[in-house]
C-alpha cells in the first residue's frame, strides 16, 4: 500500500495503473478496485520479503493480468447487456484538473474508442492498449502479458484490423487549440439544444453522426443507437423541452477526454452525462450514460429517469 516500504514509489505509479486498468474495463469502479488489489499484492509481497527490483513493471504486469481475468468473467454480463453497452464516464471539470488518477485518460480512451475495444478477446485488448495507448514496445508488452514477442506482434497486427474502421481519430490541433475550440463548439451545442434552435444545432452536426444511449435497462434511454442529423437533432430538442419541464440543469465538463456535460436534477443529483466527439469542428458522436450504476462515482444519482424494478 502507499506508505507502506517503498509505498512513496508505488503511489507514483497510481495514475497509470488506473488508466491501464480503465482501459482494460471501461470500468471507473472496477478500475479502481483493480489497482487497489494490485497495491494489496504489493504489500503481500514486501511481508514475504520478495525482493521487487523494477516497481513499475510489477505493477502495470499485476494491473494488466487482473484486467484480463476481469474481462473474461464480464465478457457474459456484457453479451445480455440490454441496449448499447458504453463504459462508465470520466469527468473532469472544464474549470480545474481532475484527480491525479484521470491525468493519463487526456484524448486517449474517449467513449468511442472503448466501446470499439469490446470487439477484441482479453488479451488482444491488453496487447493493443498497452501498444496503441500506452506506446509499451513489444518487448514489454511480451513480459506483461506472459506471451512472445512475435505473438504479441501478430496479436497486436490482428486486433488492429478488427477496430480500424473505426478507429480513434486523430486532431492534428495542438492540446490547448484543441480544447479552447472543444469548449466552444460544446458551449455552442448545448445552447442550441436547450434553445431548440435546430438550425444551428444541425450545422454542429456532421452528416454521419450518430448517438448512443446507455441506461443498462435501468434508465430512460434509446434501445439502439440514432443516425442521421435530422432525426438526432430532433432528438436533443425534444429532450432538452424536457429536461427544462423538469427542472434539470447541466454543466459543461470535460468527459474521457472529450467536451461533454453533466445533468443535475433539481436536487442537485447526477442525472445523466454527455460526452460529445468532435471531428473536424463537428459533432460526429454523441454518447450519453444514464445507466445509474454508471454514475455513482460522480455523486448522488437521480432517480428522474429511473425505470421501474423488473419483477422476476
Known amino acids: 500500500m502507499p506508505g507502506s516500504a517503498g509505498g512513496t514509489d508505488a503511489a507514483g505509479y497510481r495514475a497509470l495503473l488506473f488508466s491501464i486498468a ?13 489497482v487497489q488489489d494490485a497495491f494489496l499484492g504489493l504489500t503481500r509481497a514486501h511481508q514475504a520479503g520478495t525482493a521487487i527490483a523494477d516497481m513499475k513493471a510489477y505493477l502495470t504486469t499485476t494491473v494488466t493480468r487482473l484486467g484480463i ?3 473474461s468473467s464480464a465478457r457474459v454480463r456484457r453479451e445480455t447487456y440490454v441496449g448499447d453497452w458504453l463504459p462508465e464516464p470520466v469527468v473532469v471539470s472544464a474549470d480545474r484538473p481532475g484527480p491525479a488518477e484521470h491525468a493519463e485518460l487526456t484524448d486517449s480512451l474517449s467513449m468511442a474508442f472503448l466501446v470499439l475495444l469490446e470487439a477484441l478477446s482479453p488479451v488482444e485488448r491488453a496487447v493493443f492498449v498497452l ?5 509499451y514496445g513489444y518487448l514489454d508488452v511480451a513480459r506483461i502479458t506472459g506471451k512472445s514477442e512475435a ?3 501478430q496479436i497486436f497486427a490482428r486486433a488492429r484490423k478488427r477496430i480500424a474502421p473505426g478507429g480513434q481519430a486523430v486532431d492534428s ?6 480544447r479552447v475550440a472543444g469548449e466552444e463548439l460544446a ?4 445552447d442550441a439544444a436547450a434553445g431548440g434552435d435546430m438550425d444551428a444545432l444541425l450545422g454542429m452536426l456532421a452528416p454521419d453522426v450518430v448517438f448512443h444511449g446507455d441506461g443498462g435497462g435501468k434508465a430512460r434511454a434509446l434501445g439502439k443507437s440514432l443516425s442521421d442529423p435530422q432525426r438526432v437533432g430532433q432528438l436533443l430538442v425534444g429532450g432538452f423541452r424536457r429536461v427544462r419541464m423538469l ?5 459543461l465538463v470535460w468527459v474521457n477526454g472529450r467536451p461533454g456535460a453533466v445533468m443535475y436534477d433539481a436536487e442537485g443529483r447526477v442525472a445523466s452525462v454527455v460526452e460529445l466527439d468532435i471531428v473536424d469542428g463537428a459533432v460526429q458522436a454523441i454518447h450519453s450514460v ?14 428522474i429517469a429511473r425505470l421501474p424494478e423488473r419483477k422476476s
Do not use: Q
Open 69 to 71: 481475468n476481469y474481462l
Open 151 to 153: 505473438n504479441c506482434r
Open 131 to 135: 501498444r496503441e495507448v500506452f506506446e
Open 187 to 190: 458551449r455552442r451545442f448545448f
Open 22 to 34: 480503465y482501459g482494460m474495463t471501461g470500468s471507473v469502479g472496477d478500475a479502481e478496485d483493480i
Open 247 to 251: 427542472g434539470i440543469s447541466l454543466r
Open 290 to 303: 444514464s445507466n445509474p450504476d454508471k454514475l455513482g462515482h460522480l455523486g448522488p444519482v437521480s432517480d
Open 173 to 178: 490541433a495542438p492540446p490547448r487549440a484543441r
